[in-house]
């Protein structure tokens, strides 16, 4: 098992540009380590090929998620869609995945 450094961040609004558009500042919420959790052929089958193509599993060994909105993984930022408490050991975070990532 190949565990990277993860850090998870909040978006805590601080204001309003000029079209009135929500202006986020990210605070750094825990520091932890995730691993790579492949799609099994069953997640496939019930979320879709395009939602499986587009996301990615991570497995976090802490029993509770805090609030939080993004996971920085290997220095890149990814929007966190769902969370998976697998309770007592893991909790799996559903991230979206970009072109630029591998």
């Known amino acids: 098992m190949i565990w990277k450094k993860c850090t998870l961040y909040k978006k805590t609004?601080?204001?309003?540009?000029?079209?009135?558009?929500?202006?986020?500042?990210?605070?750094?919420v825990l520091e932890t380590v995730a691993r790579f959790t492949p799609w099994t052929n069953e997640q496939i089958s019930l979320e879709g090929r395009d939602v499986t193509n587009n996301t990615q599993l991570y497995a976090l060994p802490i029993k509770t998620l805090p609030e939080c909105d993004l996971a920085e993984i290997d220095g890149v930022k990814r929007e966190i869609n769902k969370v998976i408490d697998l309770y007592p050991r893991y909790t799996v975070i559903q991230v979206k995945r970009y072109k630029e990532d591998v």
């Not at 204001?15 to 558009?21: I, S, V």
Request: hydrophobic share 10%; charged share 50%.
């Open 13 to 28: 609004k601080t204001g309003e540009d000029e079209l009135r558009n929500p202006i986020y500042s990210e605070e750094k």
